[in-house]
T-cell receptor, first 113, second 114 residues
Framework: DQQVKQNSPSLSVQEGRISILNCDYT??????FLWYKKYPAEGPTFLIS?????DKNEDGRFTVFLNKSAKHLSLHIVPSQPGDSAVYFC????????????FGDGTTLTVKP | DTGVSQNPRHKITKRGQNVTFRCDPI?????LYWYRQTLGQGPEFLTY????????KSRLLSDRFSAERPKGSFSTLEIQRTEQGDSAMYLC????????????FGPGTRLLVL
C-alpha cells in the first residue's frame, strides 16, 4: 500500500513556463510535507516544506499548496529554468513521528530551453 | 561543514558476502537516518537514530541488516550474507531538532550484488 503517490513519472515544460508537480497521500496521520529535488549521482536535496496548519508556502520561485480535504499537494515552479530539470520527490510524515518520512516515487521534470 | 558524507560511494560484492557502509552526518545533527532506494522508486525508510539510540526500524530491515551509531556521531550499516535483491542505493540523512526536522541527505552508496 503506497501511502504517498506521485502519479506522473515525468513532466516536460518550456523554459519560462510554470511547472506543476502533484502528490497524493492516503495516511491521515501525515501532517508535515516536503519536496526534495534530486540530480543524478547525488542525494535528494530539500526544497520546500509545508505543515498541515497551512495551505500554502512560498519560497522564491517555488510554492507548495496543500489541500487537506483532498489529501493532495502540489509544487509550482514559476518560471521554470533548465537547471530545474531533476527528479522531484514528495515526502510526508506525521508530526508525532518526525523521524520517519514516506516518499513518493518521484517525477522527472525536464525544462526545455 | 560540508554536509553528509557516505563511504564508499560504490560497492560491488558477490552474493553471500558481508558489506559495511559508513555515514558521517552534519556535525551538530543529533538525528541520523538510513534509507534504501531502488531504480524508479523513492527512498524507503530503514531506520533512524537519535544520538546513539536506535529509535525505529522498518520491517524492511531483515535480520541480515544491522545499523549502529556507537558514539552518536557516525553510523554504520552492515548487510550480512548479501543477496541480489539487496542491490540498491543506500542513502543516509541527518537532521537537527532545531530546524523543523529537515533531513539533509548524503550522496548515497550504490551497492551491486552479483
Amino acid at each position: 500500500d503506497q501511502q504517498v503517490k506521485q502519479n506522473s513519472p515525468s513532466l516536460s515544460v518550456q523554459e519560462g513556463r510554470i511547472s506543476i508537480l502533484n502528490c497524493d497521500y492516503t495516511n491521515s496521520m501525515f501532517d508535515y510535507f516536503l519536496w526534495y529535488k534530486k540530480y543524478p549521482a547525488e542525494g535528494p536535496t530539500f526544497l520546500i516544506s509545508i505543515s498541515s496548519i497551512k495551505d500554502k508556502n512560498e519560497d522564491g520561485r517555488f510554492t507548495v499548496f496543500l489541500n487537506k480535504s483532498a489529501k493532495h499537494l502540489s509544487l509550482h515552479i514559476v518560471p521554470s529554468q533548465p537547471g530545474d530539470s531533476a527528479v522531484y520527490f514528495c515526502a510526508a510524515r506525521p508530526y508525532t513521528n518526525a523521524g520517519k518520512s514516506t516518499f513518493g516515487d518521484g517525477t522527472t521534470l525536464t525544462v526545455k530551453p | 561543514d560540508t554536509g553528509v558524507s557516505q563511504n564508499p560511494r560504490h560497492k560491488i560484492t558477490k552474493r553471500g558476502q558481508n558489506v559495511t557502509f559508513r555515514c558521517d552526518p552534519i556535525s551538530e545533527h543529533n538525528r541520523l537516518y538510513w534509507y534504501r532506494q531502488t531504480l524508479g522508486q523513492g527512498p524507503e525508510f530503514l531506520t533512524y537514530f537519535q544520538n546513539e539510540a536506535q529509535l525505529e526500524k522498518s520491517r524492511l530491515l531483515s535480520d541480515r541488516f544491522s545499523a549502529e551509531r556507537p558514539k552518536g556521531s557516525f553510523s554504520t550499516l552492515e548487510i550480512q550474507r548479501t543477496e541480489q535483491g539487496d542491490s540498491a542505493m543506500y542513502l543516509c540523512a541527518s537532521s537537527s531538532l532545531e530546524i523543523q526536522e529537515t533531513q539533509y541527505f548524503g550522496p548515497g552508496t550504490r551497492l551491486l550484488v552479483l
